[in-house]
């Protein structure tokens, strides 16, 4: 993807997520030298623009080491450039009053199945199965439920097409890989969809 395409991207995704209440955007940059730096959305103090440190090999140490410094205590939104949190009564401000009502409700995550942005508004085949999951760096093994297919018979076969994008994060978290699963968590029986691919144009 050419960088013109990813900064426009980039910002239909911060400005989305300003717009639906964000207090502040981390923007970790993967490759800088696939975009045009210059380009990117500035001008707001509340987003500030990051390169993973050396000290962080994976993206789930960089993940960790950002919810570590900055995460703690508050609701942090975890998203890829090409994924987009669509939920019920989605509107401007709307993403805080949503983490005031889990945090109110006793909740502590927001589970999510993911739909390719394309089949929006069909109806998304999936299965709600208890697997075994673990935290890369802390080894933890649990189980929790996801969102899944089922290609075949065997459990080779399982596709898992859904993710824990949103999570007040406190230390001793435990957090599989791709945000599969967090434990320990509670989470309500509603779902969001995180849509991904695609543009964000009108959902600013």
Not at 58 to 86: M, N, P, Q, S
Not at 90 to 95: K, T
Not at 116 to 134: D, I, T
Request: proline content about 5%; hydrophobic content about 40%.
């Amino acid at each position: 993807m050419m960088a013109a395409q990813v900064n426009t991207r980039l910002n239909s995704l911060v400005e989305h997520y300003f717009a639906v209440g964000a207090d502040r955007v981390l923007l970790v940059l993967e490759h800088p030298e696939r975009l045009d730096v210059e380009a990117l959305p500035r001008g707001r103090e509340e987003l500030h623009l990051l390169t993973p440190g050396v000290l962080c090999r994976t993206r789930h140490e960089v993940l960790r080491h950002l919810l570590h410094r900055y995460g703690r205590g508050h609701w942090c939104l975890i998203a890829d450039a090409d994924e987009l949190l669509v939920f019920q009564n989605a509107e401007p401000g709307s993403l805080k009053q949503l983490c005031v009502h889990l945090e109110a409700s006793g909740y502590d995550a927001f589970h999510c199945p993911v739909v390719p942005k394309a089949e929006r508004g069909e109806s998304a085949s999936y299965e709600r199965l208890n697997v075994v999951l673990s935290d890369p760096l802390d080894g933890r093994v649990f189980t929790a439920g996801v969102c899944a297919s089922l290609a075949g018979p065997g459990i080779e076969q399982l596709e898992i097409h859904s993710r824990v994008p949103l999570l007040r994060y406190r230390s001793g978290m435990s957090i599989a890989a791709d945000l599969l699963a967090v434990c320990p968590a509670r989470l309500p029986e509603f779902e969001g969809t995180l849509l991904r691919g695609g543009s964000f144009a009108g959902h600013a």
